[in-house]
């Protein structure tokens, strides 16, 4: 589950570490992901592995659910439940840091619950929950570094906008 961001680009960096054969799969979801998805399948090529997207769009469901508020893991287990059953995968990876609290590190648990109740047996982890997030983007290659996603909304002059969430995330956690 390659989003293009700091936990799920020190995953790719594990799976590479560890010899573990694997593959990317990024959600782009309301076309708000349309800019991680580009660093999401550069950071799979720069690693040689295998890379797919799935895109999931709420204007499909018509003028109602534009406007809904959601957490970015609903559209990442509709991702799951897309592309986990049609591989032969024992795991699915998430990332998380050790910082996060529930929902967003019970997630990989719901998502696992999803996948058994279409019959998948494949269990969502997160190898590298009780690493911190500046452990995590320390893991990572100086190329992939500069590859990693820190801002959702950039603006024109592609600065970060210092709103957003990431961004808001990436000055509490004091990354460089």
């Known amino acids: 589950m390659l989003s293009g961001g700091v936990e799920s680009s020190a995953l790719v960096q594990h799976a590479v570490d560890m010899d573990i054969e694997a593959e990317c799969l990024h959600v782009i979801f309301n076309n708000k992901t349309l800019r991680e998805a580009k660093s999401a399948k550069l950071i799979s090529k720069w690693n040689d592995i295998p ?3 799935v895109t999931m769009n709420v204007d499909t469901f018509g003028d109602k659910y534009k406007q809904v ?3 970015d893991s ?3 287990a509709c991702g799951a439940l897309t592309i986990a059953p049609l591989g032969d ?3 699915l990876w998430d990332g998380t840091h050790r910082a996060e ?3 967003v590190a019970l997630a990989p648990s719901g998502m696992t619950l999803l996948l ?3 019959g998948c047996d494949i269990s969502i ?3 590298l929950h009780s690493y911190s997030k500046q452990e995590q983007y320390d893991s990572l290659h100086n190329v992939v570094k500069k590859l990693v996603i820190s801002c959702n909304r950039v603006t ?3 600065s970060p906008c210092m709103k957003c969430e990431k961004c808001i995330e990436w000055k509490n956690f004091l990354i460089s």
Do not use: F, M
């Open 69 to 71: 508020k959601r957490k």
């Open 51 to 53: 890379y797919a997207e």
């Open 74 to 76: 609903s559209w990442w």
């Open 125 to 127: 982890e997160s190898p």
């Open 116 to 118: 058994k109740s279409v």
């Open 156 to 158: 024109e002059d592609g």
């Open 101 to 103: 609290i529930s929902p």
């Open 89 to 91: 995968y024992a795991q």
